[in-house]
Each structure stands twice: as C-alpha cells, then as structure tokens.
C-alpha cells in the first residue's frame, strides 16, 4: 500500500474513498490473518496491526482531510451576487402619462465584494496552519498509539515469561519434593520437609491464577487497542529487541525538541494565531462591494445601465474585541507551548534515567545474580541430598533462583516501556532503523 496514496490523488474522490475502503479492508483481512493462525507475533507487527485497526485513526484522518478542504475555500472570494426585481403593476405593460406605451419594468444587479488587500492571503495562510495543526494531531495520535502498543506488548510477553515461570517453578518444586520424600523415607529428614514443598506448590498454583487473571487483563487491553473482541485470541509474544545503546541524552533532547509532534502542533496552532491577529487588524478596514446594474425604471436609455461601490464602516466596539480576543489566543498557545516543552523536557530526562538505570539492571541480573543465584541452588540441592543441607534453605535458594529469572524479565519489558516513551518524545526517530534482533 506504499504508493496507493498517490494513485487516489489522481481519482474522482467516489472512487478513491471506494479504492481506500476496499484496501483498508484488505488490510485488516491480512491482520485478522496473521491473528487466526500465527502462533506468535513481534512487537512491530502488533504496532502495525494497531495502525491498521484503531478506529480513532480513521476518524482523525477525517478532521485531516476536512481541514485541508478548508484551505482553498478560505483564500477565494465570496461567491458574487445577483439581484433582480421588478414592478408588478407593469406586467403586461402599461401606458405613461404622456401616452407612450412601456414595457415591464425590472431591475437587475451583479456585484462581488473584495477585502481589503492581503485578507484573502491571510486566511489562507491560517487555514493552512489549522491543517497542519491537524496534520500533527494525527501524527501526535499515531505515536501515541504505538508508545501504547509497545507497552501492551511488553506486558504481553512479561505474563507470559511469569507464567513459563511458574511452570518451571512448580516441576522443580515436584522435583523437591520426591528428593524430601525420599529423605524422608530413609530417615533423613522430617516430614515438615515434604509439607512445606506441598505449601509452596499451593502457593504456585494461586500464584498462576493470579497471573492468568493478568494475562486476561493484558489480552483485552491489545485487543481494544486493536477493535476487537476482548476475548478473542491473540498470539503469543515472540519476544523483546535487546536493551541496546541509548543516544546521547544531548542528541536526544535535541531530537525531541526538533521532532516532538505536541510542540510542532502547538507551532502551527501559534502560526494561526498569528495570521488571526492580523486578520483582526483587517477589520479596522472596509471591505469593498463593486456592483453593475440595468435598471429600466428610468425613463432616459443612458441612465439605465449603472455601475457602484460600496463601503462598509468599521466602527465601534466589535473589531476591537476581535483583536483583543485573537490576541489572548495567541497568548495562549505560547504559553501552552512553553509548558509542553518543560513537561516533554522533564519526562524525557525521567524516562531516559529510568532506562538507562534499567539497562544496568538487565545486564546485572543477566552476568552476575542469575548465575549465583543458579549456583546457590544447586549447591543447597547437593547439601540436602547429602543429607547435610536444611530444606527451607533449599526452597529458599530455588525462589531466589527463579525469583532473579523473572526479575530479569521484568527488566526487560520495563526498558521496553521506557524505549517506547523516548521513541514518542523523540517523534519515532528511535524506532526508524531499530533493530529486530530479540531477547528469549
């Protein structure tokens, strides 16, 4: 569908909104495709998907469209006017007091108003800001869509990690047991030891169930995001990019303010604002009404055919309350911006630490503590079946083990979560070349 934009240009609109329709719906046929039978799905084809599906884009990409229809009407004349009348009592025709004998008497009049030089331009030129301001709520909304998607998505996979954790969890545990069970056969440990491995296997099992609970909550957050049923089935995810290099937090903050689409929104809503203000001093000038008419109520030929101006008086109270009032406006969306940009500025620095302090994190539990934390429970495993060892150590040095396991996860899609919120603020320049490279 790369190029089908261009093509539409090109068509009687009918056509093109029957052609956009019916590629739309190809489109979603394919999504509705690869969520039937695949059985898992990456990050950038669920923020694909979302594109696709979402229905508030379809309705933003209207107030696009009808924005930019605005834009050509704005800058042309008012449509001219034609005025005819005539006198009824002359139907038929009738006779003057001389004689003479006179046809209907009518009255016709075509005139057009004119601005005062430089309108029409100006509201031109606001009419276009207002629809690029559009344009930049649209492009606002779609990144805001996919920051969402991707922590959706890193959702998705931490249920899921938590859940092939628990599993693992709850056969080591069996495991456990059978080696308590066996000790305690032979008389060399106490029943407490079989016991506790049955409560922790309980507390597992609830464990799971409090996990499922989420993972439906997550499934039908995707699916609203996508226009879908809340339970209808999604694939597994595949998994995460790795927690690479961040940018340079000066090329960063130079990329968001130069890409951010709220401050290029509020730049352009400034821009109109600007154009509205000069639009208001306008006001304090007449506007100009040229007019030609026939009108054979005269009697002399050479007074029938007239041609006039008018002009409107600019006075009183109104057009200063314009300008006062587009003014404000103005003032408004400069003070507006300049709080964006200090919220943009100051989550940005935030998301940023977050992410690199996280990014430490994953590379500490992925050198140092899952290793020892492995170690450790293989070395309280080898004490107890030596019959040396104490099984609450054990069980203790297991949920440690796992417990690191699924620390590590959550790091992972917390990095996630922050790199998607860098990729907003930076206007998507993070997500243009990244790479699919994945983390099991």
């Known amino acids: 569908m790369g190029h089908l934009p261009h093509v539409i240009r090109w068509l009687p609109l009918g056509f093109a909104t029957i052609l956009l329709t019916f590629s739309w719906s190809m489109a979603q046929a394919d999504e509705d495709a690869l969520f ?12 694909d998907a979302v594109l696709i599906r979402n229905p508030g884009l379809s309705g933003m990409r209207s107030a696009v469209e009808a924005a930019r229809a605005k834009i050509d009407p704005a800058g042309a004349l008012t449509d001219p006017l034609l005025a005819y009348g005539l006198a009824p009592e002359t139907i038929g025709g009738f006779r003057t007091p001389g004689g003479r004998h006179r046809g209907l008497s009518q009255r016709i009049e075509l005139s057009q108003t004119i601005p005062w030089p430089g309108t029409l331009e100006l509201r031109g ?10 344009a930049w709520k649209l492009s606002d909304f779609r990144l805001q869509l996919a920051e969402r998607t ?3 998505y890193a959702q998705w996979y931490y249920v899921h990690r938590a859940l092939a954790v628990n599993a693992e969890n709850r056969v080591l545990l069996v495991r456990l047991r059978g080696v308590a069970e066996t000790a305690y056969g032979a008389g060399q440990a106490p029943q407490q030891d079989v016991l506790q491995a049955e409560v922790e296997l309980t507390r597992l099992q609830n464990q799971a169930l409090e996990i499922e609970r989420r993972r439906a909550t997550v499934q039908a957050g995707i699916n609203g995001l996508l226009n879908r049923n809340p339970q209808a089935p999604l694939p597994i995810p595949k998994a995460l990019p790795p927690a690479g290099n961040l940018p340079d937090y000066a090329n960063l903050q130079q990329m968001a303010l130069a890409r951010y689409p709220v401050l290029k929104r509020l730049d352009a809503e400034i821009n109109a604002g600007q154009d509205r203000v000069e639009l208001a001093h ?3 000038y007449p506007d100009f009404k040229l007019s030609a008419g026939y009108n054979n109520l005269w009697d002399a030929p050479e007074k029938q055919f007239t041609v006039g101006a008018t002009i409107n008086i600019p006075i009183g109270a109104k057009h200063q309350g314009e300008l006062e009032a587009a003014n404000a406006r103005l003032q408004q969306h400069r003070d507006e911006r300049l709080d964006a940009r200090a919220s943009l500025l100051s989550s940005l620095d935030q998301s940023y630490r977050t992410a690199r302090q996280v990014r430490d994190s994953i590379a500490l539990y992925a050198d140092r503590l899952l290793p020892l934390a492995r170690l450790n429970m293989k070395a309280a495993e080898a004490d107890y079946s030596g019959g040396s060892g104490d099984f609450l150590k054990l069980i203790t040095a297991e949920q440690q083990y796992l417990i690191a396991k699924l620390e590590l996860s959550r790091s992972r899609a917390d990095f996630f979560i922050q790199f998607a919120a860098l990729d907003y603020r930076t206007g998507g320049a993070l997500t243009t070349n990244q790479t699919q490279e994945t983390n099991p």
């Open 125 to 134: 030129k606001k009419a276009a800001a207002e629809s690029e301001s559009e």
């Open 36 to 47: 039937n039978h695949a059985k898992q799905i990456t990050p950038a084809q669920l923020v």
């Open 282 to 284: 306008k006001g304090f």
């Open 150 to 152: 991707r922590a959706a």
